[in-house]
């Protein structure tokens, strides 16, 4: 199992990305799909979270990101993104994905993907 984030680079001050996470493996089920970001000298955060629940998925955001990033999820394509709208400066950092996956095999276990760098520039 494995989980490949993607769509990290540079954009102006306002501007929009959108990030992208890939889990893959065999029979897998993603029950949790996260993004984290750590910018230089600082300690990771969540930005981000989708949780998977029989009512209905969840979400919640930092406080910092709420109303400019979204999070989505495709569980039949076992992909999560983050669609990053009116970018600040302060949003540059190091952008990281990390699942909690289920497979027969392992059963659930929490994965963190590559980062990808986001660089907001004004």
């Known amino acids: 199992v494995q989980l490949q984030a993607s769509g990290g680079g540079l954009v102006q001050v306002g501007g929009t990305l959108r990030l992208s996470c890939a889990a893959s493996?065999?029979?897998?089920?993603?029950?949790?799909m996260e993004w984290y970001r750590q910018a230089p000298g600082e300690q990771r955060e969540l930005v981000a979270s989708?949780?998977?629940?029989?009512?209905?998925?969840?979400?919640n955001y930092a406080d910092s990101v709420k109303g400019r990033f979204t999070i989505t999820r495709d569980d039949d394509k076992k992909m999560a993104y983050l669609q990053m709208n009116a970018l600040e400066s302060d949003d540059t950092a190091v952008y990281y994905c990390?699942?909690?996956?289920?497979?027969?095999?392992?059963?659930?276990?929490?994965?963190w993907g590559q980062g990808t760098q986001v660089t907001v520039s004004s």
């Open positions: 990390r699942a909690n996956l289920y497979t027969p095999s392992t059963g659930s276990q929490w994965y």
């Open positions: 989708s949780w998977r629940r029989a009512s209905g998925d969840t979400t």
């Open positions: 493996g065999s029979s897998v089920i993603v029950n949790v």
